[in-house]
Every structure is written in structure tokens, then in C-alpha cells.
């Protein structure tokens, strides 16, 4: 037994909490870097966009993957800020409205749509319509996305930030030292309270998002099918 655990008994909880949360952080970094990029597929394949698909670094800290996936994100939203500004240019102000009236039918939105993207593209698929209103109409990209890039990017500048994504493979001493650099109660105790509070946020804000994402892809399918 390490003397630090003779000193402060609590110690042997706190790692194994300490590694249940980042592992958590992992899995919930990699789900949102997959529905990224079943976003980005419908964006490419439907609204002409050319989105760079992204994967999680192994060898990587923790901030580097975060920024990975903002990126992505900032591209996402920037894509969509594109999509209402050709649809502002196309339209006379009294349809562009329309797009977002909630009162207008939803089918007449997506017809107006579907014809903004047969002239900006030449030739646009039959969900095109669907998936801009989609977007246009949600929170996905106003407050969904916005508040997952706020949070991811905290955890970058946390403490977290630093520690490599692969450090489950060590020992229970490597991973201590990776994170912490130490093994004192009190520095324990405050990553365990650092990544209780970072993850709880950040879970919340990821099933939002992967949500939302959900109901344009499901869409999709559906108009597929």
C-alpha cells in the first residue's frame, strides 16, 4: 500500500471514481464525435456542403480532442448561417419570412426551400427542403451547438485538458500521476469535484445535441424510405 493511502484512507476510492469519470468524458466525447459526423453526412449529401468527417486522436490530450470537435461544430454552424443567407438572397422577403413563421405550414417551407436549393445547386435532392427547415427552424444550431462548443471548450482550459485520452491502458499509479501528479487527498478530491462538475454539464448539453441531430437524421430516413 502507498504511504499516501495510509496517510489519507479515502485515496483508493477517489482513483477508482477519478477513472469511472474520465472514462465516462471518453464516451461521451466519442458519441458526440459520431453524431458530428452523421450531421455532417446529411450536410454533404443533401445541402451541397463539404464537411471534413473527424475522428478521435488516441495519442491526444483531452483539449486536443475538444478541439477537434469544436471545429467541426464552428463548420456546422457556420454552414447553416450559409444555408439562411442564400435563402434571404434567393427569396423575396415576404417567403423568407415564411421560413420562419411558425404559424406557415410545414410542407409550404420545405417547397420554398427545396427551390432556393434547386437554383443554388443546379439540382437538389427531395429532402433537401426538409433538412434546411430542419435546421433552420430548431435549436440545433442556435443554442444546442453553441452551448456544447461553451463547454467543451472549458473542459480544454480545465485541468482535464491536459490528460492524454489513452491513459486507461496504465497502471492505477500512471493514470494518478497523468492526472494529477500527485496523490494527496485533497488534490484527489478536487479532480473527483472538477469532473463530476465538467461531466454533469457536459452529458446534459451531448444528449441534447445528439437528440436534435436524431431528428434530422431520422427524418431523413424516413423521406428515404
Do not use: W
Not at 471518453?26 to 458519441?31: A, H, I, P, Q, V
Not at 436549393?117 to 444550431?141: C, D
Not at 445528439?210 to 430516413?221: G, H, N, P
Request: aromatic content about 4%.
Amino acid at each position: 500500500m502507498a504511504l499516501s493511502d495510509l496517510l489519507y484512507p479515502d485515496n483508493p476510492k477517489r482513483r477508482q471514481e477519478l477513472i469511472h469519470l474520465h472514462q465516462e468524458l471518453l464516451d461521451c466525447m466519442s458519441t458526440n464525435f459520431r453524431a458530428t459526423n452523421e450531421l455532417a453526412g446529411v450536410l454533404n449529401e443533401h445541402l451541397g456542403c463539404t464537411i471534413t468527417h473527424i475522428q478521435m486522436r488516441e495519442r491526444s490530450t483531452v483539449k486536443e480532442n475538444c478541439d477537434i470537435i469544436i471545429q467541426a461544430m464552428s463548420e456546422i454552424q457556420h454552414q447553416v448561417q450559409k444555408i439562411d443567407s442564400d435563402m434571404k438572397e434567393k427569396l423575396e422577403p415576404v417567403l423568407y419570412q415564411k421560413l420562419y413563421d411558425i404559424k406557415e405550414p410545414e410542407l409550404e417551407k420545405i417547397a420554398i426551400a427545396h427551390k432556393v436549393f434547386s437554383i443554388v445547386l443546379g439540382e437538389a435532392t427531395s429532402t433537401a427542403g426538409m433538412v434546411a427547415i430542419k435546421l433552420l427552424g430548431s435549436n440545433l444550431i442556435t443554442l444546442t451547438v453553441s452551448k456544447l462548443v461553451s463547454l467543451l471548450a472549458q473542459i480544454g482550459a480545465s485541468v482535464l485538458g491536459g490528460i492524454s485520452i489513452t491513459i486507461l491502458g496504465l497502471g492505477i499509479e500512471m493514470i494518478l500521476h497523468a492526472i494529477l501528479g500527485a496523490v494527496e487527498r485533497n488534490q484527489l478530491l478536487a479532480a473527483v469535484r472538477s469532473y463530476e462538475k465538467h461531466l454533469a454539464e457536459f452529458k446534459a448539453a451531448s444528449e441534447k445535441y445528439q437528440r436534435a441531430i436524431r431528428e434530422v437524421t431520422s427524418l431523413v430516413r424516413q423521406q428515404v424510405q
